[in-house]
């Protein structure tokens, strides 16, 4: 019985050869077509999310090296592979047979060669822009960032709220600012933001005199912690720490994401522009951003505004820079 089960198995096993060869076109096709294809279908773009050209070549080249691996594993595994390779050279399966081979071997290869080398010349199939516009909407244009410049009866609330020692943080920070409390009880809650223009409303709030200018100073230190919290958890993989897009994702992306500490980026731009495209992300953006192929995700679907707002503030902090004056003020 076992003997007929071996004799079953010998007479439906494949060649190393063609297996190895059905191994690479299978995991070729997977990484071209299906891993896009199932991209497609989990994220419900109306696009898939091609594997880049270079990515395809690694994957290929780990591939080819496994199946040498495999091959050469022992001089058995290396006569079985080479069998039908020496019997093809040797035209035991025909002369014609092996010239046909051979002659559309030689084709695909001037092709591919061919493709490689020859110039070419296209016309864009759209205007490329890298600060896509059209559809930006002309309310936007004329906003300001909130949280760097806070209202009055915000810095006052503020002031109560230093008062009481119970001052409103985002829920993203306030679990960490409620650990370092709870090891500085005797502290005042601020306490934990030890920059100059905390240290002086502090010492003003001891002293019973606050001035509006200070507090105010003090609620934008406030807000500019929040939001380098905020960057870091929402936007640091791709931008990076020093936001001039070297985040440890960034070069998984077709077209890397934007240098903020580029003159030509986030400089040359209003802060609502700047808002609109975080808030809209890559599927938010006109035809001819199209060749761009942004992937920063809509954030208006996971931040709140005041969120936003305060990421903006951060990554202009960061990078050193200002955002640029609307041409009406």
Not at 58 to 87: C, G, N, W
Not at 299 to 320: F, P, Q
Request: glycine fraction near 6%; proline fraction near 7%.
């Amino acid at each position: 019985m076992a003997k007929r089960a071996g004799n079953i198995v010998a007479k439906f096993r494949i060649n190393r050869f063609w297996s190895a060869l059905i191994t690479l076109v299978v995991i070729y096709a997977i990484v071209k077509w299906l891993i896009p294809a199932v991209s497609r279908w989990m994220t419900d773009l109306p696009f898939p999310l091609t594997v880049p050209g270079e990515l395809i070549k690694i994957y290929m080249i780990l591939a080819v090296v496994a199946m040498i691996l495999l091959v050469t594993f022992s001089q058995k595994h290396l006569d079985e592979f080479l069998r039908p390779v020496l019997k093809f050279l040797r035209a035991e399966y025909g002369q014609i047979p092996r010239a046909v081979v051979l002659l559309l071997i030689s084709l695909v290869i001037g092709y591919i060669t061919y493709g490689v080398a020859v110039p070419t010349s296209e016309t864009p199939i759209s205007l490329r822009i890298q600060h896509p516009s059209s559809n930006f909407p002309k309310k936007f244009e004329d906003l300001k960032n909130p949280a760097a410049d806070p209202p009055e009866a915000e810095v006052a609330a503020f002031i109560e709220q230093a008062k009481a020692n119970d001052i409103a943080l985002i829920a993203q920070v306030a679990t960490d600012v409620e650990h370092w409390l709870e090891e500085n009880p005797d502290g005042h809650m601020l306490s934990f933001l030890p920059t100059a223009p905390v240290k002086k409303f502090l010492a003003e709030l001891d002293s019973g005199e606050v001035s509006m200018a200070t507090a105010k100073a003090a609620l934008i230190e406030k807000n500019l912690f929040e939001g380098r919290a905020l960057y870091a958890m929402n936007c640091r993989a791709c931008h990076g720490d020093s936001v001039s897009g070297d985040g440890p994702m960034a070069d998984g992306f077709k077209l890397r994401p934007i240098n903020f500490t580029d003159n030509g980026t986030i400089e040359t731009i209003v802060e609502g522009y700047t808002f609109w495209r975080v808030m809209n992300g890559g599927p938010g953006l006109p035809v001819e951003a199209t060749p761009w192929d942004s992937a920063m995700p809509e954030w208006k679907l996971s931040l709140t505004e005041e969120e936003r707002w305060k990421i903006i503030m951060a990554e202009y902090d960061l990078a050193e820079k200002t955002p640029r004056i609307p041409e009406g003020h």
